[in-house]
């Protein structure tokens, strides 16, 4: 299992969500960013979610 961290951002730059979660693997952890978000009413604002690499795996600008 690693590590992932999903951010929000509303319009102004305020961090709206900064969690961290485990997944499988980096198709994992998408979904499970999605459903977060979803479930969050945030899927429409800026977000991210990056691996422990930092590698960019999920974004909405």
């Given at each position: ?39 969050e ?18 974004f909405?600008?």
């Amino acid at each position: 299992m690693r590590n992932y961290t999903l951010t929000v951002f509303d319009r102004s730059g305020e961090k709206l969500l900064d969690e961290t979660f485990t997944a499988a693997n980096d198709e994992e952890a998408k979904e499970l960013g999605t459903a977060k978000l979803e479930k969050e009413g945030y899927l429409e604002y800026t977000h991210r979610c990056t691996t422990p690499d930092a590698k960019l795996i999920l974004f909405h600008r």
